[in-house]
T-cell receptor
Framework: EAQVTQNPRYLITVTGKKLTVTCSQN?????MSWYRQDPGLGLRQIYY???????DKGDVPEGYKVSRKEKRNFPLILESPSPNQTSLYFC?????????????FGPGTRLTVT | DAKTTQPNSMESNEEEPVHLPCNHS???????IHWYRQLPSQGPEYVIH???SNVNNRMASLAIAEDRKSSTLILHRATLRDAAVYYC??????????????FGKGTLLTVNP
C-alpha cells in the first residue's frame, strides 16, 4: 500500500531534550515536506526537500533541522525543543513539484513539549 | 498564490449530494484548482484537481465555472465518513512558493445520519 508513515504518533517531552520525528514514504517520491498545524494558524510549511541531499527552509524553520540522506526518509529534528513547538506535525510527499501533482500526507505526530 | 474563499461550514444529510463552493476571483490562467480534505485526527488527503474542464474521480466531481472564478466540489452521496474540513487550493505552474500547499480555513462539512 502506498503510504507516508510517521513515528512516533504521539510524544510528550521536556524542554531541551533532543528528539527526532521520522517520516518515510514507499512511493519513490522526489519531493518531501514537513508542516505543522496549530489552531487558528492552519498548516504551515517547516522544511522541504526536492531530492536526496537537497533541502530548504519553508515558512517556519526556526528551531528545526532536517536531512535527506535517502530518498524515502525525511526526518525532522528538534535539537532543543521548546513549548512553542508543541503542535501537530505532518510529513508529506509528492512525485513532483508541478501543479498537477498531488501530495500525500502522513497520519501526523502530536508533540507536546513541557 | 491567489486567494480562495470558502464558507466556514456546511451541513448535509447522509446519502444526499453535497456541493461545496469555492471562489477564486483572482485565479491566473495557469492555476490549477485542487481540493484536499482533512478528516478528524488525520492528515490532509487529496481529493481532486482540475484546470478548466470538469473532472470526475472515484471520490468526487469538480465543476469549474466557465470564467474559472469559482468552482464546486461535488460529493454525489455523502456518507458519515465524508465529515471533514475541505480545502480549496490553487497551484500555479511555478508550484508556488516552496512548492507548498497553502491551506486556508476550509469548509467544515457536517454529515447528519
Amino acid at each position: 500500500e502506498a503510504q507516508v508513515t510517521q513515528n512516533p504518533r504521539y510524544l510528550i517531552t521536556v524542554t531541551g531534550k533532543k528528539l527526532t520525528v521520522t517520516c518515510s514514504q514507499n512511493m519513490n517520491h522526489e519531493y518531501m515536506s514537513w508542516y505543522r498545524q496549530d489552531p487558528g494558524l492552519g498548516l504551515r510549511q517547516i522544511y522541504y526537500s526536492m531530492n536526496v541531499e537537497v533541502t530548504d527552509k519553508g515558512d517556519v524553520p526556526e528551531g528545526y533541522k532536517v536531512s535527506r540522506k535517502e530518498k524515502r526518509n525525511f526526518p525532522l529534528i528538534l535539537e532543543s525543543p521548546s513549548p512553542n513547538q508543541t503542535s501537530l506535525y505532518f510529513c508529506a510527499s509528492s512525485r513532483g513539484t508541478g501543479p498537477t501533482y498531488e501530495q500525500y500526507f502522513g497520519p501526523g505526530t502530536r508533540l507536546t513539549v513541557t | 498564490d491567489a486567494k480562495t474563499t470558502q464558507p466556514n461550514s456546511m451541513e448535509s444529510n447522509e446519502e444526499e449530494p453535497v456541493h461545496l463552493p469555492c471562489n477564486h476571483s483572482t485565479i491566473s490562467g495557469t492555476d490549477y484548482i485542487h481540493w484536499y480534505r482533512q478528516l478528524p485526527s488525520q492528515g490532509p488527503e487529496y481529493v481532486i484537481h482540475g484546470l478548466t474542464s470538469n473532472v470526475n474521480n472515484r471520490m468526487a466531481s469538480l465543476a469549474i465555472a466557465e470564467d474559472r472564478k469559482s468552482s464546486t466540489l461535488i460529493l454525489h452521496r455523502a456518507t458519515l465518513r465524508d465529515a471533514a474540513v475541505y480545502y480549496c487550493i490553487l497551484r500555479g505552474l511555478s508550484g508556488g512558493s516552496n512548492y507548498k500547499l497553502t491551506f486556508g480555513k476550509g469548509t467544515l462539512l457536517t454529515v447528519n445520519p
